[in-house]
């Protein structure tokens, strides 16, 4: 079932059950009233007979009552009172009074079922309509022969419009400048002897490509991957699971990918196309995947697999050796002799700048590719990582940290390691330096847009082959037919690279020239920093220098910069903020980021707006304790206001009726789950107060 259908489907089911709720809220409150109304007309003076109405009333209403309230019993003791003269009247008073409290409860119940329906009604409403604004074509139905919805709607056919505008254009680049440009980067004697070590070993692993024989577990480890890249429609990855299922299957793809592998020379695309289908995700965005046939699919994917790990591997061999250039060392020869009398010489492969490299290293350069075949861990999957409204990855609750530091296990790690180590940078760089520079930028439409002369020229430079050089040719020359065209034209592609295949290409090569600053890279995100504001500048010169030579260009709207510690701006930094979603980061509060509330101002759902306040607060009180500390108060209290205000507005209640406890109560439980987030801080608050970045710097250097 499509997305658009699912939550067509849902809000029918709501509707149903809210109609059928609002029939029984109306049916238990005139039945709670006459109840109330004769036990007081029949009972005035008499308790007894006044109890007995009320247990008579809620015996006859069908539904069920608080286990507290076992009206069996409270029959027994009342024909006890009868015939017991000396029955505490007391007693018969206090059973009055929960028995009208009990039914008056009922009655709330009734009250925040339909609360919590309009709410849910509300939001399912909110996300159908900032994603379904449809666009017929006009004498086309909206459904296929099978009964399933198209997507024809606005975005899709903008998405697509644009996406034929790049894919089927030529982008002509310089080659002999960019050729030009990498021989630059290669011009020192050392430089140019490990160059030439890496292509004499990228050129025998393609000679050894040929002899290469596919083991069943690589090609259950190949579907494994597939499976978690989504490329293949919902059929298919039916069909993969089975495979993985039957071991004789998998011997005998193995078999015919070995035959498909030894004629590679001669590989080719189905000359009737391969069907380009979107798909919508949950985040709203759509996004079109190649439909290709499975054995197609698994051999490159397995080509991918290998070419990405050997690339991977010689590249971190360039990247240890001499050659890739370092940051600047900060520490005088005077300082290395102070830290040798504090710490001594064997603790000098401690030291955070080499603990830094090694996180890098280990987990952030070409983070997007496996180290190896066993490693199906999708981490360039484009899902909801470039939503706002959908953060679950980055705003996750976090693992239980070790001694180790940061955890790199999962995407959703990586991210917020990447935004945990940009926070420690931010405080030492101000403790140490007093300043700190951020710059975060985003590559514009990139895998549709790569020229292919961009990533053949590249290729060639390390050394790949000729004949395996054809083969990628031929790769991104695919011929395409979209889903649903009427007209059935097959069309070749002549720029980009298809979503979720690991035949892709990467490159990192333009910050060789910019004095040793390493870039993080997390999908098309990029992210660098450093205490010297010029190092930054120089950086991005050089990023838009690379970008242009290799026919690229940067997004201007998620580009910019921010400088915190000093009111001077360099003038070649990129200008804009720097975001993360609905965050932005502030200078003036010392690099934390703050809720851009212009932004939130577009959730118009009260289960959107507690959504985005969860997931925002789990991430604040995790990397800007000192924001919440100030005042505590007022930011749970504010928040709680402003939904009190909406739900009057929304929905007539009167919300100072509404107890607070409501607000925090599990959505389980008719509850709008509200996270508070000072629970889990003051738990931790007397620990945080002795361990906190400053606190650590200051008795370092107190101590020295």
Request: hydrophobic share 40%.
């Amino acid at each position: 079932m499509s997305t658009e259908a699912f939550g067509e489907t849902l809000q029918f089911i709501t509707k149903v059950k809210l109609d059928e709720l609002e029939k029984r809220r109306q049916a238990y409150a005139a039945h709670a009233s006459k109840t109330v109304a004769d036990a007081k007309a029949r009972g005035e003076g008499d308790p007894i007979t006044h109890l007995a109405a009320l247990v008579e009333g809620m015996k006859a209403w069908p539904g069920a009552w608080s286990p507290d309230m076992n009206l069996v019993d409270m029959e027994r003791y009342l024909e006890q009172a009868r015939r017991d003269s000396g029955f505490p009247r007391t007693i018969l008073q206090e059973w009055i009074h929960r028995a009208e409290a009990q039914i008056g409860f009922e009655s709330t119940r009734y009250e925040y079922a339909r609360l919590f329906g309009n709410l849910l009604t509300d939001w399912l409403q909110d996300k159908s309509a900032r994603t379904d604004i449809s666009v017929p074509i006009e004498g086309e139905s909206t459904l296929t022969p099978d009964g399933f919805e198209k997507v024809n709607r606005k975005e899709t056919l903008e998405q697509k419009e644009k996406l034929e505008s790049l894919i089927f254009e030529t982008k002509e680049i310089d080659v002999s400048a960019l050729e030009a440009y990498l021989k630059d980067l290669f011009s020192s004697k050392e430089a140019e002897e490990a160059l030439e070590k890496l292509r004499k070993r990228i050129k025998k692993f393609s000679e050894d490509l040929r002899k290469r024989t596919i083991q069943p577990s690589e090609v259950e480890n190949v579907i494994k991957s597939v499976l978690q890249s989504d490329v293949l429609s919902d059929d298919k990855q039916a069909t993969l699971k089975d495979f993985l299922r039957k071991p004789t299957i998998v011997k005998e793809l193995a078999s015919v990918l070995n035959m498909q592998l030894s004629s590679i020379k001669s590989w080719s695309w189905p000359q009737e196309g391969v069907l380009l289908e979107p798909r919508r995700h949950l985040n709203g965005k759509t996004r079109f995947f190649l439909d290709a046939e499975i054995l197609t699919c698994l051999l490159l994917h397995y080509l991918g697999m290998i070419w990405s790990i050997e690339f991977k591997d010689n590249l971190k061999l360039l990247q240890s050796s001499r050659v890739w250039k370092l940051p600047p060392r900060t520490l005088t020869r005077v300082d290395h002799k102070r830290r040798d009398v504090f710490f001594g010489d064997t603790e000098r492969d401690n030291s955070i700048d080499k603990l830094r490299r090694k996180f890098k290293q280990e987990n952030f350069f070409m983070c997007q590719l496996p180290s190896s075949f066993t490693d199906t861990a999708d981490v360039y999957k484009e899902d909801s990582s470039d939503s706002d409204d959908d953060l679950s990855d980055v705003f996750a609750e976090p693992k239980e940290l070790d001694d180790q530091g940061p955890l790199f296990d999962t995407p959703v790690d990586l991210k917020q390691s990447l935004l945990h180590i940009l926070s420690a940078d931010i405080v030492m760089n101000k403790a140490l330096h007093g300043k700190c520079t951020i710059v975060r930028t985003d590559l514009k439409w990139f895998g549709p847009s790569l020229p292919f002369a961009t990533i053949i020229t590249i290729l060639r430079f390390f050394g790949m082959s000729e004949e395996d050089v054809q083969f990628m040719q031929a790769f991104l020359s695919c011929p395409i037919v979209f889903k649903d065209d009427p007209s059935g034209l097959v069309r070749t592609r002549k720029r980009g690279v298809p979503i979720a295949y690991m035949l892709k290409h990467y490159s990192t090569a333009q910050f060789a020239k910019a004095d040793g600053l390493f870039l993080h890279r997390i999908h098309d995100d990029f992210w660098f920093w450093d205490s010297d504001a010029s190092r930054c500048a120089s950086a991005w010169t050089e990023m838009q220098r690379y970008a242009a030579l290799a026919g690229l260009t940067f997004n201007a709207e998620k580009t910019g910069s921010v400088v915190i510690g000093t009111e001077e701006f360099h003038r070649d930094l990129p200008r804009g903020d720097v975001r993360w979603g609905f965050l932005r980061m502030d200078a003036n509060a010392n690099g934390q980021f703050v809720i851009d509330q212009a932004m939130l101002a577009a959730t118009t759902s009260i289960f959107s707006w507690t959504q985005a306040y969860n997931k925002y607060m789990a991430f604040v009180v995790r990397n800007c304790e000192d924001a919440l500390l100030s005042e505590p108060g007022n930011v749970q209290c504010s928040f709680a206001d402003a939904l009190a205000r909406m739900l009057e507005a929304k929905f007539g209640v009167r919300a100072a009726e509404i107890p607070r406890g409501w607000y925090l109560w599990p959505n389980a439980a008719g509850g709008l789950e509200v996270k508070d987030p000072f629970v889990d801080l003051f738990l931790v608050l007397d620990g945080y107060k002795e361990k906190t970045p400053e606190e650590i710097l200051k008795r370092a250097q107190a101590e020295d």
